[in-house]
């Protein structure tokens, strides 16, 4: 079982995947090979990204995070530098640069009391209880896939399955990024994307469904 740290431990290195997307709405299947290497972030990267956030709300309305304490407990806030490069079965490349941090809930305080969280899609809903071993927090980073500028979601793992589970927000989309390590150099990496209701009801309608299997490179 990988704790919270050595699963981003784990995570380090250049990884190779193949990924199949499927279309719900449209009908279509398009396949994708992907080489992607994510390096740690170190501390002065971390609290970059952090202070560049708009109002340090990690673009969540009520939202705050406790920066100088998060800055002195490094560790508890695992992050990375990450570079990929995409290409489709049709011929499409895709390069991008990015940072991540992962910011545990608890180094976050909300400034109004009767804030309430944008609810999940249901497949994203983890039990808490009974074993208390869920921890939950916020995925920042520095560029959105889908939008461009800092953004922010959620994020959950679970010990025991050894998964990290992100769920981001996106102006007409919710994504839910899976990863599961299975072996130390093997992932296996689920991708929903689903239509965001605009009545603030948990979505439900999945656009693209993505699978892959990640294969981390000997050095």
């Not at 784990?10 to 396949?31: F, N, P, Q």
């Amino acid at each position: 079982m990988l704790s919270f740290q050595d699963f981003f431990t784990a995570c380090a290195g250049l990884w190779k995947t193949e990924r199949t997307y499927h279309s719900v709405l449209k009908g279509e299947i398009e396949r994708s090979y992907t080489e992607f290497e994510a390096k740690s972030l170190d501390l002065s990267e971390k609290q970059r990204i952090l202070t560049g956030l708009p109002s340090n709300s990690g673009g969540f309305s009520g939202i705050t995070i406790a920066i100088d304490r998060i800055l002195n407990e490094p560790l508890a806030m695992p992050g990375f530098s990450i570079a990929f490069d995409t290409r489709s079965e049709t011929g499409e490349e895709v390069s991008m640069r990015l940072n991540a941090l992962f910011v545990p809930d608890a180094y976050v305080t909300a400034k109004n009391a009767n804030l309430e969280p944008m609810p999940l899609p249901i497949a994203a809903q983890v039990p808490l209880e009974p074993n208390g071993e869920v921890i939950q927090g916020f995925y920042l980073r520095d560029r959105g896939y889908s939008e461009s500028g800092a953004i922010a979601g959620r994020f959950t793992y679970q010990p025991t399955r050894q998964t990290l589970e992100m769920t981001t927000y996106y102006s007409r989309s919710i994504a839910v990024d899976q990863m599961r390590f299975v072996k130390p150099d093997l992932r296996l990496r689920t991708i929903v994307t689903y239509e965001r209701p605009t009545d603030g009801s948990p979505p439900s309608i999945i656009d693209l469904v993505g699978f892959g299997v990640e294969h981390k490179q000997a050095p």
